[in-house]
């Protein structure tokens, strides 16, 4: 089972910024947390990934909790290329496990 | 950095038939990779883990008869999709870890078995 929960969609306003919810809450203190976004028929894209800091990179902000149970991702000013589907998951870095996906959160950013 | 190369995009072939798909890192070495099926309006599922060198290892309820994986070289692993029947139609991903990049994705291959 996937270990992060999201809503199933979200709607964003063109030019604002969008904020995506996942909830992590059995998450271990060595896992990571990893955002892709999958466009329709394509391979997930990776977006940003963080372990207890906030993350910002040229594409995300990415705000954890202080327990870690949740995070954010926001993308500061959605484009309608942004429309598609985000996946939020937990897994270690280098370790080379398994990483299972959940149904992710279908943004739709509006004109 | 950290690419990963699938191929071919998309397929077509007469049900029976065998089909082989293939996932190449292009800048990195990966000895394990991870190969995923998503039907349309799901989410990726995983199929199976690749390792270099010896037996890939399959999830529960995937035939590793039906699907069979080669992960020869540290560059590049294989999934063969034999006697493919229109059931066996979908989107095939494979991923690969690599350090500060997380998985990286190959774009796809999508199936049509007619």
């Known amino acids: 089972d996937a270990k992060t929960t999201q809503p199933t969609s979200m709607d964003c306003a063109e030019g604002r910024a969008a904020n995506l919810p996942c909830n992590h809450s059995?998450?271990?203190?060595?896992?990571?947390v990893y955002w892709y976004r999958q466009i329709h028929s394509q391979g997930p894209q990776y977006i940003i990934h963080?372990?207890?800091n906030n993350e910002t990179n040229e594409m995300a902000s990415l705000i954890i909790t202080e327990d870690r149970k949740s995070s954010t991702l926001i993308l500061p000013h959605a484009t309608l290329r942004d429309t598609a589907v985000y996946y939020c998951?937990?897994?270690?870095?280098?370790?080379?496990?398994?990483?299972?996906f959940g149904t992710g959160t279908k943004l739709q950013v509006i004109p | 950095g950290a690419v990963v190369s699938q191929h071919p995009s998309w397929v077509i072939c007469k049900s029976g038939t065998s089909v082989k798909i293939e996932c190449r890192s292009l800048?990195?070495?990966?000895?394990?990779m991870f190969w995923y099926r998503q039907f349309p309006k799901q989410s990726l599922m995983l199929m199976a883990t690749?390792?270099?060198?010896?037996?890939?290892?399959?999830e529960q309820g995937v035939e590793k008869d039906k699907f069979l994986i080669n992960h020869a070289s540290l560059t590049l692993s294989t999934l063969t999709v034999t006697s493919a029947h229109p059931e066996d139609s979908s989107f095939y991903i494979c991923?690969?870890?690599?350090?500060?990049?997380?998985?990286?994705f190959g774009s796809g291959t999508r199936l049509t078995v007619v």
């Open positions: 991923s690969a870890e690599r350090g500060d990049y997380g998985y990286t």
């Open positions: 059995t998450i271990s203190g060595n896992e990571y």
């Open positions: 963080g372990l207890k």
């Open positions: 998951i937990v897994g270690y870095s280098g370790g080379y496990q398994k990483v299972t």
């Open positions: 800048d990195f070495q990966a000895t394990t």
């Open positions: 690749s390792n270099e060198g010896s037996k890939a290892t399959y």
